[in-house]
């Protein structure tokens, strides 16, 4: 019975190894969704990126990412779920090197090369972080690959990339790289929150909690309080759905002293406003008076500006204050 029990052990463990496959899909097929830990005061939150669609954005062919926060708010389970617009960023990959674009400069920055071997620098930044409480904190930073190994997950087996940027407290992170998916900590470039006490961007907990792809199918990352089921948002506003449901235009952006609202229709009318960091801390608030928003003692940077209805109904949009 004993050689019994180890033969049909042994065909179990040959079977899960047979079924193990290196992942040799591309990077952001169609559908491909990332979703983030995202650390804020009373809820369970994440930021999502959905790739939405190939679009020519700044001469480039580059894939569209609609951001998204998802929100779950209550004493206890099941929770109340809310989802935000946050904005879209634009990727582009070229000889497996990932591009992401740079909205204060116009330009596209390159991020991380899919083809990198140990020892490997990086250089890295984004000049959408910000270290509030120096201004003098370096711009940028060179980053290492201290080695490559495999992790797997679904019975796929993926290359990993393992950075030097929290063990060596570099001034900026972008924590382990998955070939062709992306990095495990955030989806751009973060200021290191150890090196700075009040960084505009924060590093997100638990990183990567889960990502999918119509390729590999669900991947999920360590243990949630959420199943990942439950946060996927099958959100997908396009630019004619945002311009039909909150019918208003924001102007000028980027902005100095006042952020305006001006309205297309009578349908739309907020009432109180929130002004966010992109670390989540919040800046300002208040009532909407005269459609106009003072933002002078703002610092200078990309922010999030988040507007009320009377049914309390949120849309989020970013600006830059100059």
Same mark, same amino acid.
């Given at each position: 019975m004993r050689y019994i029990i180890m033969l049909l052990l042994c065909i179990y463990i040959s079977n899960q190894i047979k079924a193990q496959t290196l992942d040799t899909a591309p990077w952001c097929p169609p559908g491909a969704t990332w979703v983030y830990?995202?650390?804020?005061?009373?809820?369970? +939150?994440?930021?999502? @990126? #959905? @790739?939405? #669609?190939?679009?020519?954005?700044? *001469?480039?062919?580059? #894939?569209?990412?609609?951001?998204?926060?998802? +929100?779950? %708010?209550?004493?206890?389970?099941?929770?109340? #779920?809310?989802? +935000?617009?946050? *904005?879209?960023?634009? /990727?582009? /990959?070229?000889?497996? +090197? /990932? %591009?992401?674009?740079?909205?204060?400069?116009?330009?596209?920055?390159?991020?991380f090369n899919f083809n990198a071997n140990q020892s490997t620098i990086i250089p890295v930044k984004n000049p959408r972080e910000l270290c509030l409480s120096d201004s003098l904190y370096p711009d940028s930073d060179t980053l290492q690959v201290l080695s490559t190994d495999n992790d797997t997950m679904s019975n796929i087996i993926f290359n990993v990339f393992k950075m030097n940027d929290i063990i060596n407290n570099k001034n900026y992170i972008i924590g382990d790289i998955y070939k062709n998916i992306g990095s495990s900590y955030c989806f751009l470039p973060r200021i290191n929150s150890s090196n700075c006490i009040l960084p505009s961007s924060s590093n997100n907990g638990e990183g990567i909690v889960c990502y999918f792809d119509s390729l590999r199918g669900n991947l999920f990352y360590g243990s949630l309080l959420l199943d990942c089921s439950e946060i996927w948002s099958g959100y997908s506003l396009l630019e004619n759905e945002i311009g039909s449901k909150y019918s208003f235009n924001l102007y000028p952006n980027p902005a100095q002293n006042n952020l305006y609202i001006e309205y297309t229709n009578h349908f739309t009318t907020f009432t109180s406003y929130q002004i966010f960091n992109i670390a989540g801390q919040l800046l300002k608030q208040g009532n909407l008076e005269n459609n106009s928003i003072p933002i002078q003692e703002i610092p200078e940077g990309v922010h999030v500006l988040t507007l009320f209805d009377e049914s309390f109904f949120t849309f989020n949009v970013k600006f830059l204050k100059k």
């Open positions: 830990a995202y650390g804020t005061w009373g809820s369970i +939150s994440f930021n999502e @990126y #959905k @790739y939405l #669609k190939d679009t020519i954005y700044e *001469g480039i062919n580059a #894939k569209k990412i609609q951001n998204n926060r998802i +929100s779950f %708010f209550g004493p206890t389970y099941p929770y109340n #779920k809310i989802i +935000s617009y946050i *904005g879209d960023e634009y /990727l582009y /990959l070229s000889n497996d +090197s /990932l %591009f992401y674009f740079d909205p204060i400069n116009g330009e596209y920055i390159f991020y």
